[in-house]
């Protein structure tokens, strides 16, 4: 079985079909690995440039746009929207919510790893900016959408003290060392990625940079011993500055976690 659901981005026909897991061009033949999902939003104050991003041009079959007005809208939207296999391309991290909340209901137990150079982990009571784009990672915690044993953030070095005392109390793992914990016992596995984590220096312009993080090769590397140890069921890729220029290496990185 298989129908209609995307652009293919070779031949520009509309003619990709969902085939199990991934996307086939019944015009050129080509295949592909999961479907785009574009969300041009960014939830706080001057996130311009994010929006933009999420209309760069990846070689993945564009199987929706969600567009709404309101986060709790966009969530639902971006749930019941999901391919088998999402490419996510944001906005802000909160791209990441609904992509979750739809994949968590697909299965047992999803762990989500995050790589951020910050938290995501404010409330709207701890946050010292009130853009809500510091607070996603924490909004699937306290939902119980994700627990925190099966939850990790890696590249984080700008926390805020409250940040720092939910990481404490909560168990959530962080770092390298805390992937192989977040995925043991579970199922599947999204990838959370914020390209803030990497070094500016490195070949990835960031909306937010922040020095002394990995670089391209490392990220890479953790996307290919993640992709080993589970099922990697989706990507996400926010934080990103809106120049082709950073195209090649995010489809590094989504041909490194297997989409």
């Given at each position: 079985m298989?129908?209609?659901r995307?652009?293919?981005?070779?031949?520009?026909?509309?003619t990709?079909?969902?085939?199990?897991?991934?996307?086939?061009?019944?015009?050129c033949?080509?295949a592909?690995?999961a479907?785009l999902?574009?969300?041009?939003a960014?939830?706080?104050e001057?996130?311009?440039?994010?929006?933009?991003a999420?209309a760069l041009e990846?070689?993945?079959?564009?199987?929706?746009?969600?567009d709404e007005?309101?986060?709790?809208?966009?969530n639902?939207a971006?749930?019941?929207?999901?391919?088998?296999r999402?490419?996510?391309?944001?906005?802000?991290?909160?791209?990441?919510?609904?992509?979750?909340?739809g994949?968590a209901a697909?299965?047992?137990?999803?762990?989500?790893?995050?790589?951020?150079?910050h938290?995501?982990l404010?409330?709207?009571?701890?946050s010292?900016?009130?853009?809500?784009?510091?607070?996603?990672?924490r909004?699937?915690?306290?939902?119980?959408t994700v627990?925190?044993?099966?939850?990790?953030?890696?590249?984080a070095?700008?926390?805020?003290p409250?940040?720092e005392v939910?990481?404490?109390?909560?168990?959530l793992?962080?770092?390298?060392?805390?992937?192989t914990?977040?995925?043991?016992?579970?199922?599947?596995?999204?990838v959370?990625l914020?390209?803030?984590v990497?070094?500016?220096d490195?070949?990835?312009?960031p909306?937010m940079?922040?020095?002394?993080g990995?670089?391209v090769?490392?990220?890479?590397?953790?996307?290919?011993?993640?992709?080993?140890?589970t099922?990697?069921?989706?990507?996400?890729?926010?934080?990103?500055?809106?120049?082709?220029?950073?195209?090649p290496p995010?489809?590094?990185f989504a041909q490194?976690?297997?989409?």
């Amino acid at each position: 079985m298989s129908r209609l659901r995307a652009r293919c981005p070779d031949c520009r026909t509309l003619t990709a079909v969902a085939l199990d897991d991934g996307y086939e061009c019944h015009s050129c033949g080509r295949a592909f690995a999961a479907g785009l999902v574009r969300v041009p939003a960014a939830w706080g104050e001057g996130g311009e440039a994010m929006v933009e991003a999420a209309a760069l041009e990846l070689p993945y079959p564009e199987t929706a746009v969600i567009d709404e007005d309101r986060l709790a809208d966009q969530n639902l939207a971006l749930a019941a929207a999901l391919p088998d296999r999402p490419l996510v391309l944001g906005g802000c991290c909160c791209s990441h919510i609904g992509a979750v909340e739809g994949l968590a209901a697909r299965h047992d137990r999803l762990a989500v790893v995050w790589f951020d150079a910050h938290g995501d982990l404010n409330t709207p009571e701890t946050s010292p900016s009130g853009n809500v784009w510091g607070m996603p990672f924490r909004m699937l915690l306290d939902s119980g959408t994700v627990r925190a044993e099966d939850a990790v953030l890696v590249g984080a070095r700008a926390l805020d003290p409250p940040e720092e005392v939910f990481i404490a109390e909560s168990g959530l793992h962080t770092g390298d060392e805390g992937i192989t914990a977040a995925l043991a016992g579970a199922d599947a596995v999204y990838v959370a990625l914020d390209v803030d984590v990497l070094d500016p220096d490195d070949s990835v312009i960031p909306f937010m940079p922040e020095p002394g993080g990995p670089s391209v090769a490392d990220v890479e590397t953790a996307l290919e011993r993640i992709r080993a140890s589970t099922q990697v069921v989706g990507l996400g890729l926010t934080g990103v500055a809106g120049v082709p220029a950073n195209v090649p290496p995010l489809v590094r990185f989504a041909q490194a976690a297997g989409l």
